[in-house]
C-alpha cells in the first residue's frame, strides 16, 4: 500500500521521476504476487502463511488488490472476486464492530454490503476508527446517510486528532491511522479540524515515514486528499517548485547522508519546516567495528547540521521488558567439531499475554540452520543464513519451548549475537539474552 499510494501522490502531483517510474512498478508487482501466494484455497488471508483466515488480514488484502486495480495496475480479477466474497461472509458472521468495519472500507471498493445497515444502526455507538471507515464506504457507494456519519466524527475530534480508546488487538495503537482515516472522510468538508489533523500527522512522523508501513499508507494517503480538496494551495505549490526549479533554487528535500563507520544511510530534510523533522537511523550490527564507531552526518552544501546521537547495541546484556527469552544448547558452544549438530532449545515467556511475537535466534559463522528442523508451538519458522526465526501467535507468563537444529560447517572462533524476543506491531515489549563465545575445532 506505501508503494500504490506513492504512485498515487506522484502523479496527483505531476512529479515526473525516471527512477520511480521504472520502479514502482517492479515493487507493485512483487506485493501483488506476494498477495496472491498467500491468499487461502476459499478466498482468505491469515496472519501467517497456515494460520487461520483472518478478517483483518483479509480485508487488509482486498483493499491494496482493490487499491491497484484503482490506479491501473493489471490485477488478478478471480483471485480479487475471491477476496471480496470472502470479504462478504465474514462480514456476514462478524460481531466485534472494529473488524466489521475495516471489511466494509474493503468491501467499498465493490458492490454495497447489506452489513452497512448494522454499522448505521450502531452508529451512536462507533468508535472515531469506525465511523470514519463507514462514512468512507458510504461515500464510495453514495449513500446520503454519510453526511450525519461525519458530523459524528467531527464531535469525536481531540484537538487537532482522533483516538480509538479500545481495540480489538491491546497492543495495537491505532492513533495515526484513525487521524488519517478522518481526515480521509473529511477532506471534502473542509472543516478547520483538517487542516489541524494534516499538521498533527506530519509532527507525528518518524523521520520520513510514520510508525508503521500501514500507518506510512494511511497518512500518505490522508495527504493526498486534503490536497485534492484544496487544489489552489496545490496550485500555489506546484508554481513555487518550478520558480525554484528555473532559479536553479534548492527543492523541497534535501537527502543529508548518515555515516557508521564505513556504513551509510540517506535522510529527507524537509526544507518548509527542518527544525522540528525527527530521524531514525537504522544500522545493523555487521556496520559496526570493534571498539567505538563514530557517527557523522555529510549535509548538502545549503545545509548545516547539528548532531546530537546515542549509539545503542541491542543484545550486549541480558534485558527483559514484557518478554524474556532464554536459549540452551545439548553441546558446548565452545567444544564443537566440523559436522556436529547442535540441538538449540529456547525457551519464551511473558508476563502477559501477547499477540504475534517474533523470536530471534542467531547462530555461531560457522554453523547453518539445519532446514525444516524447527519444532514447538510456532506459525512459522524460518532457517536463514545467519539465524533461525519463529513467529508465534501468542506468548503468555507459561514458558514457549522452541527448538531447532544447527550443524558445524566451518573452523573458528565466533561471538554469537543474543537471541531476542518481541512484539511484532509494539517493539517496546521484549527482550534479549547475552551473546556467546563458539569455538568449532577440526
Same mark, same amino acid.
Given at each position: ?10 502523479r496527483?502531483?505531476? @512529479? ?6 521504472? $520502479?514502482? %512498478? ?5 506485493g ?5 501466494a ?24 482486498? !483493499? ?17 472476486e475471491? *477476496?471480496?466474497?470472502?470479504? !462478504?461472509?465474514l ?21 454495497e454490503?447489506p452489513? @452497512?445497515?448494522?454499522l448505521?444502526?450502531?452508529k ?11 462514512? @468512507? ?24 486528532h /482522533?483516538?480509538?480508546?479500545? /481495540?480489538?488487538?491491546?497492543?495495537e495503537?491505532?492513533?495515526i ?41 494511511? !497518512? ?27 532559479a536553479?533554487? =534548492? ?16 535522510l ?21 567495528r570493534?571498539?567505538?564507531?563514530? @557517527? ?5 552544501d ?5 548532531? $546530537? *546521537? ?30 556436529d ?5 529456547v525457551?519464551?515467556? *511473558?508476563d ?5 511475537v517474533?523470536?530471534?535466534? =542467531?547462530?555461531? !559463522? ?7 528442523? *524447527?519444532?514447538?508451538?510456532?506459525a512459522?519458522?524460518?532457517a536463514?543464513y ?6 508465534l501467535?501468542t506468548?503468555?507468563?507459561? %514458558? ?7 550443524r ?18 509494539d ?7 547475552? %551473546? ?7
Amino acid at each position: 500500500m506505501p508503494n500504490l499510494q506513492t504512485v498515487e501522490a506522484l502523479r496527483s502531483l505531476g @512529479i515526473p521521476t525516471e527512477k520511480f517510474s521504472a $520502479e514502482l %512498478p517492479k515493487m507493485v508487482k512483487a506485493g501483488l504476487d506476494r498477495l496472491y501466494a498467500l491468499q487461502r484455497e476459499d478466498g482468505g488471508w491469515g496472519w501467517f502463511d497456515n494460520d487461520d483466515v483472518d478478517p483483518f488480514m483479509t480485508a487488509c488484502a482486498v !483493499a491494496g488488490l482493490a487499491e491497484a486495480k484503482r490506479l491501473g495496475y493489471p490485477v488478478d480479477a478471480v483471485r480479487l472476486e475471491r *477476496g471480496f466474497a470472502k470479504s !462478504a461472509s465474514l462480514a456476514a458472521a462478524e460481531r466485534d464492530l472494529n473488524r466489521l468495519t475495516y471489511l466494509a472500507y474493503a468491501l467499498s471498493y465493490g458492490p454495497e454490503s447489506p452489513e @452497512i445497515a448494522r454499522l448505521l444502526a450502531a452508529k451512536a455507538d462507533l468508535s472515531s476508527y469506525a465511523l470514519a471507515a463507514t462514512a @468512507i464506504a458510504l461515500a464510495r457507494w453514495k449513500r446520503a446517510e454519510a453526511a450525519e456519519v461525519r458530523v459524528l466524527l467531527v464531535s469525536k475530534a481531540k484537538g487537532d486528532h /482522533w483516538e480509538t480508546d479500545s /481495540w480489538y488487538y491491546k497492543w495495537e495503537n491505532v492513533t495515526i491511522e484513525t487521524t488519517a482515516l478522518a481526515v480521509v472522510a473529511l477532506a471534502e468538508e473542509k472543516a478547520p479540524v483538517v487542516e489541524q489533523a494534516v499538521a498533527w500527522l506530519l509532527a507525528n512522523r518518524t523521520g520520513n515515514r510514520w510508525r508503521s508501513t500501514k500507518d506510512t499508507a494511511v !497518512a500518505i494517503r490522508a495527504i493526498l486528499a486534503h490536497v485534492a480538496a484544496t487544489k489552489g494551495k496545490l496550485d500555489r505549490l506546484a508554481s513555487a517548485v518550478e520558480v525554484g526549479k528555473k532559479a536553479g533554487a =534548492p527543492q523541497l528535500l534535501r537527502k543529508p547522508f548518515v555515516k557508521l563507520g564505513g556504513a551509510e544511510r540517506e535522510l529527507l530534510v524537509d526544507l518548509n519546516d527542518p527544525t522540528s523533522s525527527r530521524f531514525e537511523c537504522h544500522f545493523g550490527a555487521r556496520d559496526l567495528r570493534v571498539g567505538e564507531s563514530e @557517527i557523522t552526518v555529510v549535509a548538502p552544501d545549503d545545509l548545516e547540521c547539528d548532531v $546530537e *546521537g546515542v549509539l545503542r547495541t541491542i543484545g550486549g546484556k541480558p534485558e527483559a521488558s514484557g518478554l524474556s527469552i532464554d536459549v540452551t544448547t545439548d553441546r558446548a558452544l565452545d567444544a564443537l567439531r566440523l559436522g556436529d549438530e547442535v540441538e538449540v532449545t529456547v525457551v519464551v515467556k *511473558g508476563d502477559a499475554a501477547y499477540d504475534y511475537v517474533m523470536v530471534e535466534v =542467531p547462530i555461531p !559463522a560457522g554453523c547453518e540452520v539445519i532446514r525444516g528442523s *524447527g519444532e514447538g508451538p510456532f506459525a512459522r519458522f524460518e532457517a536463514r543464513y545467519e539465524e533461525g526465526i519463529f513467529f508465534l501467535r501468542t506468548v503468555g507468563a507459561t %514458558p514457549t519451548r522452541l527448538k531447532f537444529r544447527m550443524r558445524s560447517l566451518f573452523a573458528g572462533r565466533y561471538t554469537v549475537a543474543g537471541p531476542s524476543a518481541v512484539v511484532m506491531y509494539d517493539e517496546r515489549i521484549g527482550g534479549c539474552a547475552a %551473546p556467546r563465545a563458539s569455538v568449532i575445532g577440526n
